[in-house]
């Protein structure tokens, strides 16, 4: 059985391996050992988990900021995919930014990963007409 939950210190290795297997060239930046501390310093509760029989299977962050809700870190195992893990998540994800007043949601998909689309489709994203932009800070 798939339970979706906060993400809790004891899920660290289910959620790394996750991330190795679901984003294999990923920037150093984004790393399991940077990227998860500074999450749980931020709405931590907007960090969800999905298990099988203790088993980390899925992983979600989001984040609120006030004007938008951002979806980033959507994986699931390759043994668990189209089982409805995913959706699972957003439908809590979406529920707990609800929750915060948050009027919409937002994310952003690599062009090189376009083949997702469909599925965030599926979930009720429209793919809108903006240009994504981005800077790193330094620090
Ligand atoms: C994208 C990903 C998270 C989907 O997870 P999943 O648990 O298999 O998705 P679900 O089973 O919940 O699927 C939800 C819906 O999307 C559809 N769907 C899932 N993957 C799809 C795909 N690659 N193409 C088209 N539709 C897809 C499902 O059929 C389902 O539709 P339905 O409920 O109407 O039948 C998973 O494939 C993954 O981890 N990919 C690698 C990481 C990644 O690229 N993440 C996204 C970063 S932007």
Same mark, same amino acid.
């Given at each position: ?74 994986? %699931?195992?390759?043994?668990?995919? &189209?089982? $409805?893990? +995913? ?9 707990? =930014? #609800? ?16 083949? %997702?689309?469909?599925?965030?489709? &599926?979930? $009720?994203? +429209? ?9 790193? =800070? #330094?620090?």
């Amino acid at each position: 059985m798939i339970a979706i939950a906060s993400y809790t210190d004891a899920d660290f290795a289910g959620v790394e391996r996750l991330w190795g297997q679901a984003f294999a060239d990923d920037a150093p930046r984004n790393t399991a050992a940077l990227a998860i501390p500074q999450k749980l310093a931020y709405q931590p509760e907007l960090f969800l988990v999905a298990s099988d029989h203790g088993a980390v299977v899925g992983s979600l962050m989001a984040g609120y900021d006030g004007h938008r809700g951002w979806i980033s870190r959507v994986a %699931v195992s390759v043994s668990h995919r &189209r089982q $409805g893990v +995913a959706r699972a998540m957003i439908v809590e994800i979406e529920r707990r =930014l #609800a929750a915060l007043g948050c009027p919409k949601v937002n994310l952003q998909v690599n062009t090189a990963n376009a083949v %997702v689309v469909p599925f965030y489709q &599926r979930l $009720g994203y +429209a793919v809108e007409p903006r240009i994504s932009m981005g800077k790193l =800070l #330094a620090g």
